[in-house]
């Protein structure tokens, strides 16, 4: 039991990472990635919206045809983001109009839907919640790390106002890495953002095929002893 | 098993399809009738804040309820006027510039005497990092327009340096404070053609 959470933890958080590995939501990825605290704010609304959307598909599983499977789950994963959208506008304004923005683009980010069809829809509330909360761990930390590297590079910072959307008390986490920087938009602009993923994606494969490798030395030495 | 046998079927699945359909529908109108009010609390609160942004300082007449309409090049304008001593000091509006993707709500502040008390983006959708320097939170550009009427600067250089004029670009955005000071500038050329009304003096002896 405990090996099977940790192979949804790990092929939440690497071997099937939405960005990395699926090539998933790459629209939002790219659109809003032009700073590390866009992406930490995206990725953690999808997140809870995907561990929501994860254990109501999962309990409703049973219920759902086969044939209308895919508007039954738009329609609940539509229904859910709409519920997020005017709740936090009501309730927590102050974080609404810093993730305002990027939470009616959870609707149209295909990883919801593709963790609903390829995991929730087949397996137990439990599983799919631990399923739906690494899957968002891992876009999060992938729109963190692509948002920072377009960062710095393009401003020359990391984090600017994260202020804005966790509270005054992570401005520490703001830093200006070269002051007095004169910009170098093309990482700022979606074209960067391509790029940036492209590099991260390939340095991905070629240390996942390092570690095969290396296994598979360690495995034929094992055989030859 | 019986449900297995029921989902094959297509009246099964044309009652799922209503039944969800119905569900989602009742579960939104519920959440939009529980969460209007406070929306609407919380949209009227960020309005007086920016508001009270753009008029510092004290006023005797509550702003939100002393308006007045007039037609603007883009439609009519909804002003809000501050009085000190029955007199209006001070009125704000609402501006709309022209940015690099739709348009950028502004608000302005402005004294009788035809000063920029202040100026606020209230809603746009640049490019982030680029054009979003006229918000207040990620840079001080948009105080530049504090202090300055038509005449200083004069109606010419009422531009970004760009167009020959003295308001600062971004680097790599020079779409985005072009809409913002056109817009500006189109509004104190409201103000100018429509002083007495706003001022609410059109019956006085002047």
């Known amino acids: 039991m405990n090996e099977k959470y940790a192979h949804i933890t790990r092929e939440g958080l690497w071997s099937n990472n939405v960005v990395f590995a699926q090539m998933l939501a790459l629209c939002p990825t790219l659109a809003v990635t032009s700073t590390a605290t866009n992406g930490l704010g995206m990725g953690l609304a999808t997140t809870a919206v995907l561990l929501l959307s994860n254990v109501i598909i999962s309990s409703v599983r049973h219920l759902v045809s086969p044939e209308v499977r895919i508007p039954v789950y738009i329609v609940l994963i539509a229904t859910l983001v709409t519920l997020v959208d005017m709740s936090l506008n009501a309730w927590a304004h102050e974080l609404y109009k810093v993730l305002g923005l990027f939470i009616a683009l959870i609707v149209v980010n295909c990883a919801i839907l593709g963790r609903a069809e390829a995991f929730a829809s087949k397996n137990g509330m439990a599983d799919s919640a631990l399923d739906g909360l690494m899957m968002g761990l891992g876009f999060t930390a992938a729109l963190v790390v692509i948002g920072g590297v377009r960062e710095i590079f393009g401003s020359a910072t990391l984090f600017a106002n994260a202020h804005l959307l966790l509270g005054p008390a992570f401005s520490f986490l703001e830093m200006t890495i070269v002051p007095d920087y004169k910009g170098f938009l093309l990482m700022i602009l979606p074209p960067g953002g391509f790029m940036v993923v492209g590099l991260l994606l390939a340095a991905k494969r070629v240390s996942d095929q390092r570690r095969a490798a290396r296994a598979q030395l360690a495995a034929a030495e094992v055989a030859v002893n | ?206």
């Open chain 2, 1 to 206: 098993m019986k449900l297995e046998e029921l989902r094959g079927k297509l009246a099964y699945q044309g009652l799922l399809l209503g039944g969800v359909a119905l569900l989602t529908s009742v579960a939104l109108a519920f959440a939009s009738r529980a969460t209007e009010a406070d929306i609407k609390a919380a949209e009227a609160a960020d309005l007086k804040q920016s508001l009270a942004q753009v008029l510092p300082g004290e006023y005797e007449n509550d702003l939100l309820k002393d308006t007045v309409t007039l037609a603007g090049k883009e439609g009519d304008v909804l002003v809000y006027r501050g009085r000190r001593a029955g007199k209006v000091e001070a009125v704000v509006y609402r501006v709309i510039g022209h940015g690099y993707a739709g348009n950028i709500v502004c608000v302005m502040g402005v004294s009788r005497e035809g000063k920029i008390l202040g100026v606020r983006v209230i809603a746009h959708k640049e490019t982030p990092g680029l054009g979003d320097k006229i918000e207040p939170a990620k840079a001080k550009w948009i105080f530049d327009f504090d202090g300055k009427y038509l005449g200083d600067p004069v109606a010419e250089k009422w531009a970004v340096k760009k167009d020959g004029g003295v308001f600062d670009q971004f680097a790599g955005a020079t779409i985005t404070p072009r809409g913002v000071v056109n817009a500006v500038k189109g509004g104190l050329e409201f103000f100018a053609g429509n002083k007495a009304q706003l001022l609410d003096e059109t019956g006085g002896a002047q």
